[in-house]
């Protein structure tokens, strides 16, 4: 089965860190764009952040410029998503998405993705 696995959500109190992970199964995320997106209650889906299969990272979300960090590690077909300095806003469904495309074109966040994981959820709460 080909599919997308988001890890490590949960409850943190403002300013702390989390790590989010995205491990493909049944395909390998080499040539594949990796991109971050959000959804908190009652708003649209935003994109985050993005990293091209040659490791070049576009970002979209002015509001975690300096505290989020994209990542791959392609030998262990896992994305990342380091979040620090977390806010209440930060409070979302965090999804990962994986398109064959390979690139991270200015308008990412338009484009047809070719897989999506199930979502995890991140509260930022004291």
């Known amino acids: 089965q080909l599919q997308l696995v988001e890890s490590g959500g949960g409850l943190v109190q403002p300013g702390g860190s989390l790590r989010l992970s995205c491990t493909a199964s049944g395909f390998t995320l080499d040539s594949y764009a990796i991109g971050w997106f959000r959804q908190a209650p009652g708003k649209e889906r935003e994109g985050i952040l993005c990293i091209s299969y040659y490791g070049v990272v576009t970002n979209s979300a002015d509001t975690v410029t300096g505290r989020f960090t994209i990542s791959r590690d392609n030998a262990k077909n896992t994305a990342y998503l380091q979040m620090n300095s977390l806010k209440p806003d930060d409070t979302a469904v965090y999804y990962c998405?994986?398109?064959?495309?390979?690139?991270?074109?200015?308008?990412?966040?338009?484009?047809?993705?070719?897989?999506w994981g199930q979502g995890t959820q991140v509260t930022v709460s004291s």
């Open positions: 998405a994986a398109d064959l495309y390979g690139r991270c074109p200015p308008h990412y966040t338009l484009r047809e993705w070719d897989y």
